[in-house]
T-cell receptor, first 113, second 114 residues
Framework: NAGVTQTPKFQVLKTGQSMTLQCAQDMNHEYMSWYRQDPGMGLRLIHY???????DQGEVPNGYNVSRSTTEDFPLRLLSAAPSQTSVYFCASSYLGRTYEQYFGPGTRLTVT | TQLLEQSPQFLSIQEGENLTVYCNSS?????LQWYRQEPGEGPVLLVT?????EVKKLKRLTFQFGDARKDSSLHITAAQPGDTGLYLCAGARVNNNAGNMLTFGGGTRLMVKP
């Protein structure tokens, strides 16, 4: 199993550009989520999904969109990039249940200039 | 203010020393997890604790869940340079909108010097 894969690994955007961060998992996990990690802030939840067709907002959803058309894929769209979105983005997946033990992808380092 | 407060934020110790990292909250969690993250990689799960008062051991690492399921600690005995990394606690709780949510603490950056 590949686990959780993310592309691209690195990305530089200009302010106002849009892009999609890709995430895929091959573990048949129902739950998928996107986090951003900034120095000293730990991981903050952006959006999450409990199954295909079902998404919900996390702690910091503004400026981001998600969709979940299949169990495997959970792309994150930046609508109009801003310097405040410079961060490392992690996708994670897990089974639904009491514990939600997360399997993380390797991350995408995004810089917005 | 974060829902889960970790302390200390930074810790630099010599090989062989013991240390404890704390994860505190005013909220009750259905479970609490500890992850370790190395530079350039995603966090990797170390342990999950579910029951109040639960203690789990993973070699030299001891994890404890508070009786009220609001706090947790990670104790490392005889730290080694390989323990260096960012340690994150995360609590699972019910989101009133839909399903459960996992909330992360700010992390403790540990450096163990040889």
């Amino acid at each position: 199993n590949a686990g959780v894969t993310q592309t691209p690994k690195f990305q530089v955007l200009k302010t106002g550009q849009s892009m999609t961060l890709q995430c895929a998992q091959d573990m048949n996990h129902e739950y998928m989520s996107w986090y951003r990690q900034d120095p000293g802030m730990g991981l903050r939840l952006i959006h999450y999904s409990v199954g295909a067709g079902i998404t919900d907002q996390g702690e910091v959803p503004n400026g981001y969109n998600v969709s979940r058309s299949t169990t495997e894929d959970f792309p994150l769209r930046l609508l109009s990039a801003a310097p405040s979105q410079t961060s490392v983005y992690f996708c994670a997946s897990s089974y639904l249940g009491r514990t939600y033990e997360q399997y993380f992808g390797p991350g995408t380092r995004l810089t917005v200039t | 203010t974060q829902l889960l407060e970790q302390s200390p934020q930074f810790l630099s110790i010599q090989e062989g020393e013991n240390l404890t990292v704390y994860c505190n909250s005013s909220s009750v969690f259905s479970s609490l997890q500890w992850y370790r993250q190395e530079p350039g990689e995603g966090p990797v799960l170390l342990v999950t604790v579910v029951t109040g008062g639960e203690v789990k051991k993973l070699k030299r690492l001891t994890f404890q869940f508070g009786d009220a399921r609001k706090d947790s600690s990670l104790h490392i005995t005889a730290a080694q340079p390989g323990d260096t990394g960012l340690y994150l606690c995360a609590g699972a709780r019910v989101n009133n909108n839909a399903g459960n949510m996992l909330t992360f603490g700010g992390g403790t950056r540990l450096m163990v010097k040889p």
